[in-house]
Protein backbone atom coordinates (compact mmCIF):
# COMPACT_ATOMS: atom_id res chain seq x y z
CA UNK A 1 0.00 0.00 0.00
CA UNK A 2 3.09 2.83 0.59
CA UNK A 3 4.16 1.85 -2.65
CA UNK A 4 1.12 2.66 -4.34
CA UNK A 5 0.76 6.40 -2.34
CA UNK A 6 4.39 6.86 -3.16
CA UNK A 7 3.87 6.74 -6.89
CA UNK A 8 0.72 8.37 -6.82
CA UNK A 9 2.65 11.03 -4.96
CA UNK A 10 5.63 10.90 -7.38
CA UNK A 11 3.51 11.44 -10.18
CA UNK A 12 2.01 14.73 -8.69
CA UNK A 13 5.39 16.12 -9.07
CA UNK A 14 6.42 14.91 -12.37
CA UNK A 15 3.01 16.26 -13.96
CA UNK A 16 2.93 19.49 -12.08
CA UNK A 17 6.80 19.75 -13.52
CA UNK A 18 5.81 18.92 -17.03
CA UNK A 19 2.63 21.33 -16.82
CA UNK A 20 4.91 24.19 -15.13
CA UNK A 21 7.11 23.64 -17.87
CA UNK A 22 4.38 23.73 -20.63
CA UNK A 23 3.39 26.95 -18.81
CA UNK A 24 6.47 28.26 -19.56
CA UNK A 25 6.50 27.28 -23.40
CA UNK A 26 3.68 28.48 -24.02
CA UNK A 27 4.04 31.71 -22.47
CA UNK A 28 7.83 31.91 -24.61
CA UNK A 29 5.42 31.18 -27.82
CA UNK A 30 3.92 33.70 -27.23
CA UNK A 31 4.91 36.53 -30.23
CA UNK A 32 6.13 40.08 -29.96
CA UNK A 33 3.88 43.15 -29.64
CA UNK A 34 3.40 44.52 -32.72
CA UNK A 35 3.08 48.38 -30.74
CA UNK A 36 6.46 48.66 -30.35
CA UNK A 37 8.28 47.73 -26.50
CA UNK A 38 6.86 47.94 -23.30
CA UNK A 39 6.80 49.95 -20.65
CA UNK A 40 10.44 50.34 -18.42
CA UNK A 41 8.41 49.39 -15.35
CA UNK A 42 7.15 46.53 -17.44
CA UNK A 43 9.85 45.42 -18.95
CA UNK A 44 11.96 45.22 -15.67
CA UNK A 45 9.04 43.21 -14.01
CA UNK A 46 8.79 40.84 -16.86
CA UNK A 47 12.38 40.02 -16.89
CA UNK A 48 12.70 39.82 -13.19
CA UNK A 49 9.98 37.39 -13.67
CA UNK A 50 12.35 34.90 -15.00
CA UNK A 51 13.63 34.35 -10.96
CA UNK A 52 10.85 32.64 -9.56
CA UNK A 53 9.96 31.22 -12.74
CA UNK A 54 12.74 28.87 -12.91
CA UNK A 55 13.23 28.80 -9.20
CA UNK A 56 9.51 27.01 -9.03
CA UNK A 57 10.79 24.99 -11.83
CA UNK A 58 13.93 23.98 -9.72
CA UNK A 59 11.53 23.13 -6.90
CA UNK A 60 9.21 21.17 -8.64
CA UNK A 61 11.47 19.41 -10.58
CA UNK A 62 13.76 18.09 -7.35
CA UNK A 63 11.13 17.10 -5.87
CA UNK A 64 10.00 14.88 -9.37
CA UNK A 65 13.55 13.59 -9.74
CA UNK A 66 13.20 11.19 -6.40
CA UNK A 67 15.93 8.99 -7.52
CA UNK A 68 18.20 12.01 -8.48
CA UNK A 69 20.13 14.67 -6.35
CA UNK A 70 19.28 18.42 -6.28
CA UNK A 71 22.29 18.75 -9.43
CA UNK A 72 19.56 16.88 -11.59
CA UNK A 73 17.10 19.26 -10.72
CA UNK A 74 19.51 22.38 -11.59
CA UNK A 75 20.87 20.82 -15.13
CA UNK A 76 17.32 20.31 -16.57
CA UNK A 77 15.98 23.75 -15.19
CA UNK A 78 19.04 25.28 -16.92
CA UNK A 79 19.50 23.31 -20.20
CA UNK A 80 15.31 23.95 -20.32
CA UNK A 81 16.11 28.01 -19.86
CA UNK A 82 18.29 27.48 -22.60
CA UNK A 83 16.10 25.66 -25.06
CA UNK A 84 13.34 28.09 -24.30
CA UNK A 85 16.00 30.92 -25.55
CA UNK A 86 16.59 28.97 -28.57
CA UNK A 87 13.02 28.63 -29.35
CA UNK A 88 11.97 32.49 -29.09
CA UNK A 89 14.60 33.35 -31.04
CA UNK A 90 12.46 31.93 -33.65
CA UNK A 91 9.05 33.90 -33.18
CA UNK A 92 8.28 37.22 -34.64
CA UNK A 93 9.13 39.71 -32.40
CA UNK A 94 11.13 37.78 -29.89
CA UNK A 95 14.77 37.72 -29.13
CA UNK A 96 16.89 35.37 -27.42
CA UNK A 97 18.42 37.10 -24.54
CA UNK A 98 21.61 36.11 -22.40
CA UNK A 99 20.00 38.63 -19.50
CA UNK A 100 16.90 35.84 -19.20
CA UNK A 101 19.37 33.30 -19.09
CA UNK A 102 20.86 35.21 -16.32
CA UNK A 103 17.71 35.50 -14.41
CA UNK A 104 16.82 32.02 -14.67
CA UNK A 105 20.24 31.07 -13.14
CA UNK A 106 19.40 33.45 -10.55
CA UNK A 107 16.45 31.85 -9.71
CA UNK A 108 17.91 28.38 -9.78
CA UNK A 109 20.54 28.61 -7.70
CA UNK A 110 18.33 30.97 -4.75
CA UNK A 111 16.07 27.26 -5.06
CA UNK A 112 18.97 25.73 -5.00
CA UNK A 113 20.11 27.32 -1.76
CA UNK A 114 16.83 27.13 -0.34
CA UNK A 115 16.68 23.34 -0.62
CA UNK A 116 20.06 22.41 0.49
CA UNK A 117 18.83 24.55 3.74
CA UNK A 118 15.93 21.94 3.79
CA UNK A 119 13.52 24.01 2.53
CA UNK A 120 11.21 22.83 -0.04
CA UNK A 121 11.57 19.09 0.32
CA UNK A 122 8.48 17.45 -0.25
CA UNK A 123 9.37 14.37 -0.50
CA UNK A 124 11.15 11.84 1.83
CA UNK A 125 14.61 10.71 0.68
Known sequence: MMKIAWYRR?????????????????????????????SSIKQVIYNFAHVPAYMVLTILLFNAIRSQTLTWAIFVSAAYGVFIEYVQSFNPGRTASVMDEG???VGIVIAAILIRKGMFNFTKR
Open 10 to 38: QSVWVILSFLFMLAILLHSMKTGTGTGRP
Open 103 to 105: LNI
